[in-house]
C-alpha cells in the first residue's frame, strides 16, 4: 500500500504538533508495511533560489520520502485567497501523484497548497482522507478567536465579520468605497483563483467566501478524522456530514522520548517544578499563565517556559523580556530528543490556551510520561484532563484561578501531583486504525470503478 501524506510544512524547518505528528506516523507506517511519502509546502523555499517562481524538491527525512514544493508570492498576487487556493501548488500535488503512483492520499494541512489539491486527486480515481488539525476549514486565522481575543463560533454575519478580524485596514476601505452592499451578493461565489489582479475587494472577498468553498471541498473527501469529539463537533455544526465523520484520538511515538531519564521525585524536593511547552503565541495563553503568578506568593514554585519566540515576535518579546519574576526560566525552543528528560525535570504542565484548543500534543506527552496536568477548560481540553484524575482545570483566561490552583500545589505537592493521569494511545495504535480505514476506502474505490 503507498500513501501520500500531505501537509503545509515539514521539518526540519517547521517542528510544531502537526508537522511531528505526521514525521511520527511516516516513521511507524513505513516501519509496518506501508509505503508513506510526504509532500510539504515549503514557504521558505523560494529564498533559497530569488529567480525561482516555482520550486520542486526530493530529499528524505529519516528514510521517509519527501517532496517539498513552493510557489513565489507573485504567482498568486490575491494573499487572502492564496492561503486556501493556489492552482499551480494543487497542481504540483498532481504531477507528484503521476510521478510515483499512490493508492490513497491522506491530507493534514492544506495552507498554501490550495483546496484543489484534493480535486486533483479525485480526478485520479483515488481515495482522499482529511486529518483535521485545528479550524482552517472554517476560519481565516485557524482559531476562532477574534481580535479581541474572543471565541468565536465561525464566520460572523455571514462572512462579512472576518474582514475586520483579519484585516481591519481591508474592512476600512470596505467601509469607505461602501462595497459591502456588493460582496455580499457575491459570498456563494468563489474569488477566481490565480488571477493577476489583487485589488482590495477581490481580498475582501476571497475572505467573505472562504468557508462556503473549503466547507464544499471538506464534503467531499471520503472520510474526514477528527481527533476529539469538540473538533468534530464544531465541523457538523458548519455543515460536515456525520457520516464522513470518524474520531481517531491523537497517538503517541514512544521514539519521541529516547532520552528519558528517571522522573524527578516530588517527596524531598525543594522546589515544585511546572512547566509551559509550546509556541510563545497570545492564544496559548502564556501571559495568563505568567500573570496567574502573581496570586503566588509561594517561594518554593518554579516556572519553567519552553518554546520559539517565531511565532508571534512581538508578543513574545513583550512577554518573556518582560519577565522579572526570579521563579520564572525562559528556556526557548529545544531539540525534539530532550523531550523526555525536560518533561521527567518537571512536576506538572500547564496549558493555558485562551481559543478552542484542540488535543495539543504537549498534554498528551506530558501525560505519556506520567505528568498531571492543568489546563484552561476550553475546546478538547476538559475530554484528557479531569479534575482530580492526574489534572486540573481551571476557567480559561481566569489567573487568578489559575494562581490558586498553582499554590495550592505549591502548598502540598505530595497530595495534589499523586494521581498519575490516563495514558494516551500510541502511535501504532494509531497505525492499526488508520490501515483499517485506508483498507476499506481503497477496496470500496476498487469495486465502484470496475
Known sequence: MKVLLVVHEFLPLH???????????????????????????????????????VLERDDELEGIPVRRISVHDSQSLNHRLRDYQNPLASRMVARYIDEVGFDLVHVFHLR?????????????????????????????????LQRDD??????????????????????????????????????????????PISSPLRQAHALLSRKD????????????????????????????????LLQLPYGIDPGRFIESVPRKPILGSPHVDIGYIGSISRHKGVHVL??????????????????????????????????????????????????????????????????????????????????????????????????????????AGNARRLGLLMMRIAADPATELAQAPPAPQSINENIVALRAIYQDLIANQQRTST
Not at 515549503?42 to 530569488?50: G, I, K, Y
Not at 455571514?158 to 483579519?166: A, K, W
Not at 529545544?334 to 490556551?353: C, K, Q, W
Request: aromatic letters at 8%; proline letters at 9%; hydrophobic letters at 40%.
Open 15 to 53: 517542528h510544531t504538533g502537526t508537522e511531528q505528528y505526521v514525521r511520527s506516523l511516516a516513521l511507524a507506517m513505513r516501519s509496518s508495511g506501508i509505503d508513506a511519502h510526504v509532500l510539504a509546502f515549503e514557504p521558505l523555499l523560494d529564498l533559497a533560489s530569488p529567480g525561482s517562481q
Open 112 to 144: 498554501n497548497i490550495g483546496a484543489g489539491a484534493i480535486k486533483e486527486v479525485q480526478l485520479r480515481g483515488l481515495p482522499v482522507v482529511v486529518h483535521l488539525m485545528d479550524f482552517w476549514w472554517i476560519c481565516p486565522n485557524y482559531l476562532l
Open 150 to 195: 474572543s471565541l468565536c463560533d465561525g464566520p460572523p454575519d455571514g462572512g462579512m465579520g472576518c474582514i475586520p478580524c483579519i484585516d481591519p485596514s481591508l474592512q476600512q476601505i470596505v467601509t469607505d468605497s461602501s462595497a459591502a452592499s456588493l460582496l455580499r451578493p457575491l459570498a456563494h461565489r468563489p474569488t477566481p483563483a490565480g488571477s
Open 213 to 244: 468553498q473549503l466547507m464544499t471541498v471538506l464534503g467531499t473527501a471520503d472520510c474526514v478524522i477528527a481527533p476529539s469529539l469538540f473538533l468534530g463537533r464544531i465541523y457538523r455544526q458548519h455543515g460536515l456530514p456525520a457520516r464522513k
Open 290 to 395: 505568567l500573570e496567574a503568578l502573581r496570586h503566588v506568593p509561594a517561594t518554593n514554585l518554579r516556572v519553567h517556559i519552553y518554546g520559539s519566540r517565531t511565532s508571534q515576535p512581538g508578543y513574545s518579546e513583550q512577554l518573556i523580556d518582560g519577565i522579572q519574576d526570579s521563579r520564572v526560566t525562559f528556556h526557548g525552543p529545544f531539540n525534539p530528543t530532550s523531550l523526555g528528560s525536560i518533561l521527567a525535570g518537571l512536576d506538572a504542565l500547564v496549558v493555558p490556551s485562551i481559543w478552542y484548543e484542540n488535543t495539543p500534543f504537549s498534554a498528551l506527552e506530558a501525560q505519556y510520561a506520567g505528568l498531571p496536568i492543568l489546563a484552561s477548560d476550553l475546546g478538547s481540553l476538559p475530554e484528557i484532563v479531569r479534575n482530580g484524575a492526574g489534572g486540573f482545570l481551571f476557567p
